[in-house]
Structure formats: C-alpha cells, structure tokens
C-alpha cells in the first residue's frame, strides 16, 4: 500500500512504456472509480522520464476519454511529437488492462510540452482575486472538523461524510482552507445550506482558497510537478456545486472531462506551502467550466488549471 504521494504517482519502466507502482485509489466517489488527478500525475511523470535534461514542462493538456479502474494499474506510452533547441512535446496515452481478458481501456491522453528555459523579457504576475488569510493563521481540515463538531456548526454524520470522501487527499497532503473561501466556510460543500459571506455576489465573482504542501520528501522535479498536477486535479469538476449551495445527491453526474494545466515557473517545489484560489466562470448544457491559480508565499503565480467538466441533471427532475 503507497503511503506518500511520491510512491503514488511512481512509474515503473516496461519496454516503451511506464506502469503505475500501485492501483489508483478513489476521492470524492463511493463508486470503484479512480481519482482523475492519477491519470494526469502517472502521465505527466512519464513524460518527465522521457523528455531531455533541462527541458520543463510549461502546459499539460488533457481529455478523459472514460473512467479509471481502481483494480489495475495504469499504463502509461509517451510518443514524442517533437525536438527542437528549445521544445519537446510528447503525446501520452494512459490505458488500463481489464484482468477478464487482458484488453486495453484508453482513458486518457495528454499532451505534455516542454521548454528550456530561456532569459526573461517580461516579468509580472498576478494576484488573487481578493485578499486571503496567511496559512499560518489558517486551520487545518482535521482541527477544523472537531470545532465545528464540538461547537454544534456541523454534524457528527457531516463530519464521518466529509473523513469518507476527502481522507485520500488529507493523508497526501495538507490542507488549510481560508476562512474567506467558500469552501471553508461549507466544509467543501458538505453543509451546502450553509450561508457563507459571499451569498450576495454573483457566482462568477465567488472563490473558494486554501494553502496546499506535501507532506512527504519528493526528489524530483517530475516528482513535484506531478504531484502539481494531481492536486490541482481536485475540487474543480464539483466547485460549482460547493458554490451554488449544491452537492453530489443533486446531480446524476458531475466529472471533469478535459483540462489544462499551465506552469509558469520551471523551480516547482509543492513541498512548500502555495496559495491556491478555484473560482467559476460558466455553467450551461450540461456542462461547467471552473479554474484554479496557485502561487507561492511570495505572491508569484505559478501554476493554473482549468477544466471542463460534464454537470447532468438527476433524471427525475426537469431539464433547463
């Protein structure tokens, strides 16, 4: 059993293609799904052992073609598509194997590139959307939860769902959500009747935040912007939910279906704390689109996600 996120994002080589050290293990789903954010990590790690040395990855960019098993492991092929001076792409594809008959499931395929860093023109950044809490003054999730149990906030149950679907994430990483998000104020949507103190403002001007570090040793820098990736992979396919005061019995299905990541510093260390703020843009046909920035104690932005993802109403209600 992997115990650090360093050995759940691990790869091992076979011939021209890299299989997962461990089986994925589900977040945020009570069915035998895996989490997205393995896909995305195990193929942004295998691309890393492929790619040159001093090359970094600048833009991961992705579709889930279906779901991933939690029975197997995962296969990972990197074909690369191109090397210049300056560039390499690589085309990744991430399969499963059913163990009935040994045949190959596409899940997902990504496109990794990457740069070699080069002298500076330009250089700005910019800032959250509104000021946030230093992490030092932030609570952690677990003191958060026994508060707000012994203060009568939130329920025992609320409590016991919350432990149930984010303890993968929490043993990973840690997590302090700052109390002028939303999602610290609605225990990440689980008291989604909650009034939080951003009720008054559009939905597209809502944003929920948090200060992200890994818990364990990572060696690489692979290690690091894999573990990037399968941490921004979280919250955005049901942040809309957490901010519309809705949650996963609302809904028939609510997953990512593509998604873009961007880095815009080659010196990723996610062992240190960063500031990341998720906000929403756009809900429509059956669809949303939500992204989420991080930066650094510095105020530097380093990294973006965004997301797609497939929001269908439960079919006992009426379709807008």
């Not at 492991?73 to 594809?93: H, M």
């Not at 230093?134 to 409590?159: E, F, R, Y």
Request: aromatic residues 8%; neutral net charge.
């Amino acid at each position: 059993m992997a115990r650090t996120l360093a050995e759940h994002i691990s790869v091992q080589k076979v011939r021209d293609h890299y299989v997962s050290t461990y089986t994925p293990q589900r977040m945020g789903n009570s069915a035998p799904i895996g989490y997205g954010g393995y896909a995305i990590a195990l193929a942004i790690h295998a691309a890393y052992k492929s790619s040159p040395e001093g090359f970094h990855l600048y833009s991961a960019l992705g579709n889930f073609l279906r779901a991933t098993s939690t029975e197997t492991t995962l296969i990972c092929t990197p074909i690369q598509l191109r090397k210049t001076k300056s560039f390499a792409t690589y085309r990744v594809t991430v399969e499963q194997r059913t163990e009935s008959n040994g045949e190959s499931r596409l899940c997902m395929e990504l496109l990794a590139d990457f740069h070699k860093d080069e002298p500076a023109v330009l250089t700005y950044s910019a800032r959250p959307t509104r000021a946030y809490s230093h992490w030092q003054d932030c609570v952690p999730w677990d003191q958060m939860l026994v508060t707000d149990v012994t203060t009568g906030k939130i329920t025992a149950n609320q409590s016991n769902t919350f432990n149930k679907m984010f303890a993968l994430s929490r043993n990973l990483y840690e997590g302090r959500p700052c109390p002028e998000g939303i999602t610290s104020q609605n225990l990440m949507g689980v008291v989604k009747s909650v009034e939080s103190n951003q009720d008054d403002l559009p939905v597209t001007q809502k944003a929920s935040a948090d200060w992200l570090r890994v818990k364990h040793p990572l060696q690489t820098e692979g290690e690091h912007v894999a573990s990037l990736g399968f941490m921004m992979d979280g919250l955005l396919s049901f942040l809309p939910l957490v901010h519309n005061h809705l949650f996963f019995e609302d809904v028939d299905a609510c997953s990512s279906l593509d998604f873009a990541l961007r880095l815009f510093s080659p010196n990723v260390k996610v062992d240190n704390w960063h500031l990341r703020e998720a906000t929403s843009s756009r809900a429509g046909h059956g669809r949303t689109y939500s992204e989420s920035n991080l930066w650094d104690e510095e105020g530097h932005l380093i990294a973006c996600m965004s997301q797609q993802s497939i929001l269908r109403v439960p079919s006992n209600k009426p379709k807008m």
